[in-house]
């Protein structure tokens, strides 16, 4: 069942330890934790199981965070790891984010952001 706007805002954290998954459909969900409401994304690469953090709801929402699991899908079929180790990254992005979109910006995700937030 996928999300709506009225549901991501209403949600609240329910205790568990490892916070509660709400999925969109197309490996996206919604992480509830008891600080914030995460936006992740499932998905392999070269046979190994990795996990995508788009965002933080409200910085990031519902719209926004299916357009950057729209854009991961679209890499991943490109060969290209939308989330690739630090090891990978030019030494100006090699920094510790609360999300990922720096690291994305060489990956062609600028645009879709700026166009997203209405700056393109």
Request: glycine share 10%.
């Amino acid at each position: 069942m996928a999300l709506t706007d009225l549901f991501v805002r209403r949600v609240k954290f329910q205790g568990s330890p490892t916070g509660e998954r709400y999925g969109d459909g197309r490996a996206l969900y919604l992480l509830v934790k008891a600080a914030n409401k995460y936006w992740r994304m499932n998905y392999r690469f070269a046979g190994k199981q990795k996990t995508l953090a788009i965002g933080i709801y409200p910085e990031v929402p519902l719209a926004i965070a299916r357009e950057g699991c729209t854009e991961a899908h679209k890499l991943l079929r490109q060969g290209i790891d939308p989330n690739p180790s630090k090891s990978e990254l030019p030494p100006r992005l090699r920094t510790t984010t609360r999300t990922p979109f720096p690291r994305q910006i060489d990956r062609g995700m600028l645009s879709w952001l700026n166009a997203a937030i209405g700056k393109g």
